[in-house]
T-cell receptor, first 116, second 109 residues
């Protein structure tokens, strides 16, 4: 049973390019979460999705960032026109929720985005 | 006030010693609590869930004090491999987990 799969592990983009980060949840998990971790800082919530639905995007910057979790395929975090400040580790997690209670996340190994 | 607050440390502790971390949370409706461990440049990994009055797993003990809204993590007989950042995590009941900024622990030989 594969864990949460993220790719790519490392991504280098020039300023102004687009970055696409992919995440496949654990088998049987229907909830996906994206977090961002800046160097020497804690994890910051970005967005929470279920299949074909964005449940909570309160942590997403208002511009350039978008996320989706289609019926088929992985969840995608898309960053348009990247800037140096977007350089960070982006972690995806999935969870099993029973009766509204979240029993903890399993994280993917992250995508380290470097904007040059 | 932050939703989850932790002492960032660093805690530098000799091997074999006992170390304890505390964490406070602001949402009194929070329903479940976790400790995660994060090694340098790696993903966070679940260390322990904390339910009701707390629980123990080997050298690790987690406790919850709902009245004072804090949870603690105790590590006994610390080992070099315990060096990591320990993240306090709270579920406010909305299926979204909120992470503290972490406490950095270094075990000294």
């Amino acid at each position: 049973n594969a864990g949460v799969m993220q790719n790519p592990r490392h991504l280098v983009r020039r300023r102004g390019q687009e970055a696409r980060l992919r995440c496949s949840p654990m088998k049987g998990h229907s909830h996906v979460y994206w977090y961002r971790q800046l160097p020497e800082e804690g994890l910051k919530f970005m967005v929470y999705l279920q299949k074909e639905n964005i449940i909570d995007e309160s942590g997403m910057p208002k511009e350039r960032f978008s996320a989706e979790f289609p019926k088929e395929g992985p969840s995608i975090l898309r960053i348009q026109q990247v800037v140096r400040g977007d350089s960070a580790a982006y972690f995806c997690a999935s969870s099993l929720t029973v009766r509204g209670l979240n029993y903890g996340y399993t994280f993917g190994s992250g995508t380290r985005l470097t904007v040059v | 006030r932050k939703e989850v607050e932790q002492d960032p440390g660093p805690f530098n502790v000799p091997e074999g010693a006992t170390v304890a971390f505390n964490c406070t949370y602001s949402n009194s409706a929070s329903q479940s609590f976790f400790w995660y461990r994060q090694d340098c440049r790696k993903e966070p990994k679940l260390l322990m869930s904390v339910y009701s009055s707390g629980n123990e797993d080997g050298r690790f003990t987690a406790q919850l004090n709902r009245a004072s809204q804090y949870i603690s993590l105790l590590i006994r007989d610390s080992k070099l491999s315990d060096s990591a950042t320990y993240l306090c995590v709270v579920n406010g009941g909305n299926e979204k987990l909120t992470f503290g900024t972490g406490t950095r622990l270094t075990i000294i030989p």
